[in-house]
């Protein structure tokens, strides 16, 4: 299940391919992170925009006295499309939650099979209340050069945001068409 692991990442690095195989794999690791991210927030988001919603006006233009208020809404819909729609952005913020529980489990370390050490290990594990004892170097192994990634497709997307809101744009053109009845009065 894990992804993109046709070739092991060895932590810590023992030469300088193997630095390079680990900063290019968790620099791509990063940018899908952050796209997927962001991608899911946005959809999650931005999925109401999707309803729907039919009005009926008619009793506005009505002779006075008018009700208020005056509009009815007719029909309502799209429930359905903010459901599928949130649905995919949760799945997004899911694969970046994986990827991100990936990278972790791709920097932990090999098991101990000495009965001996085991005892050890035991006897004198981490104190989890003790940030001092918590695993910072896995930590740095398994998200420094993600990071790097996720600041690089960070800056890349506001490059991109940049230079669109940059481009000119045309003012919408207006076109108004006027009728006019004359009926003779008796």
């Known amino acids: 299940?894990?992804?993109?692991?046709?070739?092991?990442?060895?932590?810590?690095?023992?030469?300088?391919?193997?630095?390079?195989?680990?900063?290019?794999?968790?620099?791509?690791?990063?940018?899908?992170?952050?796209?997927?991210?962001?991608?899911?927030?946005?959809?999650?988001?931005?999925?109401?925009?999707?309803?729907?919603?039919?009005?009926?006006?008619?009793?506005?233009y009505a002779p006075p006295p008018v009700t208020v208020p005056c509009e009815r809404i007719v029909y309502r819909g799209g429930i359905m499309n903010v459901a599928f729609v949130s649905l995919c952005g949760l799945m997004l913020i899911g694969v970046a939650a994986w990827l991100l529980w990936e990278l972790w489990n791709a920097v932990e370390p090999k098991p101990i099979t000495d009965d001996f050490l085991k005892l050890l290990k035991d006897s004198f594990a981490r104190d989890w209340r003790n940030p001092l004892k918590w695993p910072w170097m896995r930590l740095a192994w398994a998200y420094g050069f993600t990071l790097v990634g996720v600041g690089l497709t960070a800056a890349i997307t506001a490059t991109i945001l940049f230079i669109v809101s940059l481009a000119p744009t045309r003012p919408p053109t207006g076109r108004i068409d006027t009728s006019q009845h004359f009926t003779i009065g008796k």
């Open 1 to 60: 299940m894990s992804p993109f692991s046709h070739k092991p990442v060895t932590i810590p690095p023992d030469s300088t391919s193997a630095w390079m195989h680990l900063a290019i794999w968790e620099c791509w690791m990063g940018m899908l992170i952050s796209v997927a991210l962001g991608l899911g927030l946005f959809l999650v988001l931005t999925s109401p925009r999707y309803i729907v919603t039919v009005s009926d006006l008619s009793a506005c």
